[in-house]
């Protein structure tokens, strides 16, 4: 029996494609996941192969439209820096094929080579130092709002997520809602890892409410939340200073958020009943007490 999956889902490659944003957007957003992972000493801790090779997969790529700001921060921040990193492979993948008919554009850089295949979320990926996954499809949205058909979807992406933590030593996932990131978290935790908060990106500071049970179209930002993942010895998570705009809270999927959010609903409720009888009660003293007064 086939997957379900959302509805409209056509032949998209991107955010921008999805009209969340411009491409110029995208692209700056993107720029800033680089720069937050650069500053956490990311890219300063990947170790070369014995020949100086890095090799990074970017699973469920899309048209891989980030491709022209990976390769020029890695020239400049990587390459540029660590001499001992002679080359970066990167592997690219989605289960759609962007990459036929002359889309498959190569780095322009000598020392940057990129592969691509088409494949599915839950085949095995090489191993690698570092995995790029940017925009999961794991929304636990899919477990309350399209219904029990499309629980299997939701389980679906469980299983891509963990396949794609198996593949590497540290990972960096982006996602466009809290409650995307928050799955991702949970599950680099079952493969093993251990994951960072969820670190909203810094050009959203101030835009986006930081809670979980919130994600709407208008909190729907590419690149918004980002989550490193990595393997012992850990070399950055420790490390990350979290700020207020970042979640740090506990696991969540859309069942408990919306069960809480009932009880905390019936709570209001009974904490207003109780209000209105304590007035009535605190008007009916106020009477006996005038009463008095009046005798």
């Known amino acids: 029996m086939p997957i379900l999956k959302p509805a409209n889902t056509e032949r998209k490659g991107s955010c921008a494609d999805h009209g969340f944003c411009t491409s110029e957007e995208q692209q700056d957003a993107y720029n800033a996941v680089l720069e937050r992972i650069g500053a956490e000493g990311v890219f300063a801790k990947l170790a070369p192969d014995s020949q100086g090779v890095l090799y990074i997969n970017v699973p469920f790529a899309g048209k891989f439209e980030e491709r022209p700001v990976l390769v020029n921060f890695l020239r400049r921040e990587v390459l540029n820096r660590r001499p001992e990193i002679r080359l970066i492979r ?16 190569p780095s322009y850089d000598p020392n940057i080579w990129i592969a691509y295949a088409v494949q599915d979320g839950r085949s095995p990926l090489p191993p ?4 790029l996954g940017m925009h999961p499809d794991c929304s636990s949205r899919f477990l309350t709002d399209f219904g029990e058909a499309y629980h299997p ?17 540290c990972a960096v996932f982006c996602n466009l809602w809290l409650e995307e990131a928050i799955e991702v978290q949970n599950v680099a935790k079952q493969a093993g890892m251990v994951a960072s908060a969820a670190l909203k990106n810094a050009i959203y500071y101030g ?8 994600g709407n179209k208008r909190d729907r930002r590419p690149f918004h939340y980002i989550t490193i993942s990595e393997r012992l010895p850990l070399q950055v998570v420790p490390k990350i200073k979290t700020t207020e ?11 408990t958020l919306e069960q809480r959010a009932r009880e905390a609903a019936k709570l209001r409720e009974m904490g207003a009943l109780r209000d209105t009888d304590c007035d009535s009660d605190s008007d009916s003293l106020s009477s ?7 005798e």
């Open 288 to 294: 006996v007490g005038s009463d008095e007064d009046v």
């Open 207 to 214: 835009e986006t409410l930081t809670a979980p049970l919130t």
């Open 90 to 105: 990167i592997f690219v993948t989605d289960v759609q094929d962007f990459f036929s008919g002359g889309q498959a554009k």
């Open 245 to 255: 705009e970042d979640y740090t809270g506990p696991y969540h999927n859309m069942w």
């Open 153 to 169: 979807y939701y389980f679906l992406w469980q299983r891509i997520l963990f396949n794609n933590f198996a593949s590497s030593q």
């Open 128 to 131: 690698a130092h570092l995995t």
